[in-house]
């Protein structure tokens, strides 16, 4: 019996043909490099205002970036390098 499946041509489901379709579109997009938002600069410049408070720590240390996952899902990523207690 597994012979004869092995001649058989096998279906590509259509669900599974727009799936890899839609992955080869995000791989795309994420490749052409969205351009960052205007207001980042100004969200860490604000940030590290509120840090400075705390902490003694330079703008080398805080990292904020924006990651567009999908249409309609970004993902804030804000990196802080503190000082070691001393």
């Known amino acids: 019996m597994a012979l004869i499946e092995f001649f058989r041509s ?3 489901s259509t669900a599974q043909v727009a799936k ?3 992955q080869i579109i995000v791989a ?4 052409a490099g969205q351009p960052a938002p205007t207001y980042l600069p100004q969200l860490k410049r604000d940030i590290l205002e509120v840090l400075r408070k ?33």
């Open 54 to 86: 705390y902490v003694d720590i330079s703008e080398e240390q805080v990292n904020v970036t924006l990651d567009q996952r999908e249409e309609d899902l970004s993902v804030l990523e804000l990196n802080v390098t503190l000082p070691d207690d001393k």
């Open 20 to 22: 890899e379709r839609l």
């Open 28 to 31: 795309e997009r994420r490749s």
């Open 10 to 12: 096998r279906k590509t």
